[in-house]
């Protein structure tokens, strides 16, 4: 089946520390997101990529850093300039040519300690 | 800039009640609107959209009407189910895929 697989869901890491999160999909799709939730925010853009090898910044996008380096990847690192970085990480995908819906992952939830 | 404005709830309903959340937009020009369903610990879905003025989407008994003229796009059931409990986001989308997303409603339904 096709989709979008975020790994892992939950996610534990000391403060200072920095951590990758993982976001892979199959669905063939150019365009690749990163969302940041928190309860009362709703969703707030970090990073966004519409083609391999090139990526954009979002609304909120300090302290965090992306590749993609392949269409199929994405992935967000939550660096320990992040000052306040427990959340739940929400990666999507969608066609180019919009507007298009977007395709979410399950999440992955972290928490620094 | 572009906005989406809807209560955060919780909307607590019984079963089989009608069900109104709320969605207005702040855009210039006409954005397509969606509106995602969020359930405990998962991502988002697509509920259902709507491209231009006056469109219904639909969608497992849900739906929403662009309205154009009150820059609105409410959602409506008319009979909820247990299993509807989630949270529920209005977003509108541009053709250059820049989204603007709600902060979501909260809905609790009781048996």
């Known amino acids: 089946d096709g989709g979008i697989t975020q790994s892992p869901k939950y996610l534990f890491r000391k403060e200072g520390q920095n951590v990758t999160l993982s976001c892979e999909q199959n669905?063939?799709?150019?365009?690749m997101y990163w969302y940041r939730q928190d309860p009362g925010q709703g969703l707030r853009l970090i990073y966004y990529?519409?083609?391999?090898?090139?990526?954009q910044k979002g609304d909120i996008a300090e302290g965090y850093s992306v590749s993609r380096e392949k269409k199929e990847s994405f992935p967000l690192t939550v660096t320990s300039a992040q000052k306040n970085p427990t959340a739940f990480y929400l990666c999507?995908?969608?066609?180019?040519?919009?507007?298009?819906?977007?395709?979410f992952g399950p999440g992955t939830r972290l928490t620094v300690l | 800039g572009d906005s989406v404005t809807q209560m955060e709830g919780p909307v607590t309903l019984s079963e089989e009640a009608f069900l109104t959340i709320n969605c207005t937009y702040t855009?210039?020009?006409?954005?397509?609107l969606f509106w995602y369903v969020q359930y405990p610990g998962e991502g988002l879905q697509l509920l259902l959209k709507?491209?231009?003025?006056?469109d219904k989407g639909s969608n497992k008994g849900f739906e929403a009407t662009y309205r154009k003229e009150t820059t609105s796009f409410h959602l409506e059931k008319g009979s909820v189910q247990v299993s509807d409990s989630a949270v529920y986001f209005c977003?509108?989308?541009?053709?250059?895929?820049?989204?603007?997303f709600g902060i979501g409603t909260k809905l609790q339904v009781i048996p």
């Open positions: 999507a995908s969608s066609r180019q040519g919009g507007p298009n819906e977007q395709f």
């Open positions: 669905l063939n799709h150019d365009a």
């Open positions: 990529s519409q083609i391999v090898n090139d990526f």
């Open positions: 855009a210039t020009g006409y954005p397509s």
């Open positions: 709507a491209t231009k003025a006056d």
């Open positions: 977003a509108l989308i541009w053709e250059t895929q820049k989204v603007t």
